[in-house]
DNA sequence: AAAAAAG
């Protein structure tokens, strides 16, 4: 009976490296990618952009945005999508020719192409089939979803009604999605129609396919841009920049889903890991740049990696990307190095959590932006149950094993359930994770100091089940995308409610339900106010004694002061009286009381000249 | 004050 938890999830670790395998290489002497097979040659689809006379400069082989169009090229071959932006490469020779060129994946890249589809996940296997055909979607429906912003294009209900083109339509079968999520109904036409956009929305809500998609099938559609050649440099069309390794490495793994055989390649960069490998695959093409922030700038120094091509630029977890510890890197990036200007690229920022401060230094890298807020799942945090307990600092650790005795009790069919242990600091990571090992506990650990193999190292194996209990700093609290965590502890709270938000989000993802605990005690005294409003709003029982301390600390005006709702969607700083650039986007009548919340804000009380979708 | 991100 003192059998482990380790044991009961044996052979459950199967490490698939899978890479290497090069296969066959076909030869040909011009390669059609799939989805343009057997498409008459001047099909709207791929129409030619007009032949520019001359291009004998190997280094710079594209008009340049400095052309008239917002995409710097005259070429005006509607599409439905999105007309303006077609002509861009007047570098393609006409006729479509200029794809022989093409230094992106298309000829050396797709070659090798590992179905994506084949290894999925290490821990699929030991789970129910049905829990993972994907998302919940009754626990999306009347989620309350706000736009605003001019013109924004309505909000779609099927895949079918968005030409995403056959390769992404089968790509969105092979994932097994069924229908567009509320952020991919909304956020979808409007990134088709060019528009820049500012999206809160919960991550695990689908999130990164709402910007996936429209980058791909924007990419395949001009799949005739001529990009410079020659020397060692690479022009990708797309960057994906999030705020942590492992984040960049799963939006990674999702796109190249997304992107199975469609031409388009997607690489990702990020430090810790050797660079020369990074720089072999950038070698191979790439049209999708998926990276971290310090890598990146690493790689544009050296002149491996040009942004002068970009037309896409997304941030996950954008809020995090422009707080106080990284917003001069990104700032760097964008506005300091060589991508195009706001305006002539298309620039799209995703997060759970939007502040208005940070809106506000956003909104330097948009034009003309849609602000897009969908309610979570549930419309709060309903899927997730939340506790608080008031923990002495000394009682935490036996408080745990409390609570970790008791998970195991929970599981079913001799299933484990992943229990994730948030602390503050990486030497606390480091001092839980040996406790826990001294006591037997089959638990790893990930923070910023260790290695990034041991990261990686450590979240395989807790994904798979080897060692269901992992201790992590905030670098495991956003968008990481674990199946079946089934209980969070934030051992030590944060002192920012919204990454408490992130963190409790690892689970009840996909409209599964979560439980998350929390221990809160004399040091967490800030956090009362916020803790207790968010868990009020999300429908869960508030102890007595929470609310006791929040209202005692009511005057605090902190950092955490910020107004209610400024968490599950969100709230358009555009929309405040104070902010005010001398554009009226909303003709006149301003709701300039901070409070909208789940029930309060939403739905009501805006000005009806103000494109506001409901579902 | 801490975490993350380049080496």
């Known amino acids: 009976m003192r059998t482990s938890w380790a044991d009961s999830v044996a052979n459950s670790a199967s490490?698939?490296?899978?890479?290497?395998?090069?296969?066959?290489?076909?030869?040909?002497?011009?390669?059609?990618?799939?989805?343009?097979?057997?498409?008459?040659?001047?099909?709207?689809?791929?129409?030619?952009?007009?032949?520019?006379?001359?291009?004998?400069?190997?280094?710079?082989?594209?008009?340049?945005?400095?052309?008239?169009?917002?995409?710097?090229?005259?070429?005006?071959?509607?599409?439905?999508?999105?007309?303006?932006?077609?002509?861009?490469?007047?570098?393609?020779?006409g006729g479509g020719g200029g794809w022989n060129n093409r230094i992106g994946g298309l000829e050396r890249g797709r070659e090798r192409e590992v179905n994506p589809f084949d290894n999925d996940g290490d821990a699929e296997p030991a789970f129910d089939v049905q829990e993972n055909t994907g998302i919940n979607f009754d626990a999306y429906e009347d989620i309350p979803v706000e736009t605003s912003g001019k013109n924004v294009p309505p909000p779609v209900n099927t895949f079918a009604e968005i030409d995403l083109g056959e390769a992404v339509n089968q790509n969105i079968r092979r994932c097994k999605y069924v229908k567009p999520t509320p952020v991919q109904r909304n956020a979808i036409p409007i990134l088709l129609a060019g528009r820049d956009l500012m999206a809160c929305a919960q991550t695990g809500s689908g999130k990164t396919a709402a910007f996936c998609f429209p980058i791909i099938a924007g990419i395949m559609r001009e799949q005739y841009v001529q990009r410079p050649h020659?020397?060692?440099?690479?022009?990708?069309?797309?960057?994906?920049?999030?705020?942590?390794?492992?984040?960049?490495?799963?939006?990674?793994?999702?796109?190249?889903?997304?992107?199975?055989?469609?031409?388009?390649?997607?690489?990702?960069?990020?430090?810790?890991?050797?660079?020369?490998?990074?720089?072999?695959?950038?070698?191979?093409?790439?049209?999708?740049?998926?990276?971290?922030?310090?890598?990146?700038?690493?790689?544009?120094?050296?002149?491996?990696?040009?942004l002068q091509m970009i037309r896409y630029l997304a941030l996950d977890e954008a809020d995090r990307m422009l707080d106080m510890g990284f917003e001069p890197q990104i700032r760097k990036i964008v506005e300091q190095m060589d991508m195009p200007p706001c305006g002539r690229r298309q620039t799209m920022l995703f997060s759970a959590t939007f502040p208005k401060e940070i809106q506000r230094l956003a909104s330097d890298f948009l034009s003309n932006y849609i602000f897009l807020?969908?309610?979570?799942?549930?419309?709060?945090?309903?899927?997730?149950?939340?506790?608080?307990?008031?923990?002495?600092?000394?009682?935490?650790?036996?408080?745990?094993?409390?609570?970790?005795?008791?998970?195991?009790?929970?599981?079913?069919?001799?299933?484990h359930s992943l229990t994730l242990v948030f602390v503050e600091t990486k030497k606390g990571a480091d001092s839980l994770e040996h406790w826990l090992y001294v006591n037997k506990f089959p638990a790893t650990s990930i923070h910023g100091d260790r290695s990034q193999q041991e990261r990686e190292m450590a979240l395989r194996s807790f994904k798979s089940g080897k060692t269901p209990i992992l201790v992590a700093t905030d670098v495991a609290a956003r968008g990481l995308d674990i199946p079946h965590v089934a209980h969070v502890v934030n051992f030590d709270l944060p002192n920012d409610i919204d990454d408490y938000v992130h963190r409790i989000g690892r689970t009840g993802r996909a409209g599964k339900t979560g439980l998350?605990?929390?221990?809160?005690?004399?040091?967490?005294?800030?956090?009362?106010?916020?803790?207790?409003?968010?868990?009020?709003?999300?429908?869960?029982?508030?102890?007595?004694?929470?609310?006791?301390?929040?209202?005692?600390?009511?005057?605090?005006?902190?950092?955490?002061?910020?107004?209610?709702g400024a968490r599950f969607g969100g709230r358009d700083m555009r929309r405040d009286g104070s902010f005010n650039r001398g554009t009226d986007y909303y003709g006149g009548g301003n709701n300039?009381?901070?409070?909208?919340?789940?029930?309060?804000?939403?739905?009501?009380?805006?000005?009806?000249?103000?494109?506001?979708?409901w579902d």
């Open 592 to 613: 300039s009381s901070g409070g909208y919340g789940v029930s309060a804000g939403y739905g009501g009380g805006y000005n009806p000249a103000v494109a506001s979708a």
């Open 230 to 306: 020659g020397g060692r440099t690479v022009y990708p069309l797309a960057l994906i920049l999030s705020p942590t390794r492992e984040l960049s490495c799963q939006i990674h793994d999702e796109a190249k889903k997304f992107a199975y055989q469609t031409g388009v390649k997607v690489v990702v960069v990020y430090g810790g890991a050797p660079i020369n490998q990074q720089l072999r695959e950038l070698e191979r093409g790439v049209d999708v740049l998926v990276a971290t922030p310090g890598r990146l700038v690493d790689l544009v120094e050296r002149a491996r990696v040009s």
């Open 15 to 93: 490490e698939n490296a899978a890479s290497g395998s090069s296969g066959p290489r076909p030869t040909r002497a011009t390669y059609i990618p799939p989805h343009l097979r057997n498409r008459p040659p001047s099909s709207d689809f791929l129409a030619p952009p007009p032949a520019a006379p001359s291009l004998g400069n190997d280094r710079v082989g594209y008009g340049g945005p400095a052309g008239g169009s917002r995409w710097g090229g005259g070429g005006g071959s509607a599409s439905k999508l999105d007309s303006g932006r077609l002509g861009y490469g007047s570098g393609g020779r």
């Open 516 to 564: 998350a605990t929390a221990f809160f005690n004399e040091n967490n005294l800030s956090l009362a106010r916020p803790l207790a409003d968010l868990m009020q709003e999300s429908n869960q029982e508030v102890p007595a004694w929470l609310t006791r301390y929040a209202s005692r600390v009511s005057f605090s005006g902190g950092k955490n002061r910020r107004s209610v």
């Open 373 to 415: 807020a969908v309610g979570r799942v549930g419309s709060s945090t309903d899927l997730i149950v939340q506790r608080v307990e008031y923990v002495h600092e000394t009682d935490k650790r036996s408080h745990l094993m409390d609570l970790l005795h008791a998970q195991r009790e929970t599981e079913v069919n001799g299933k």
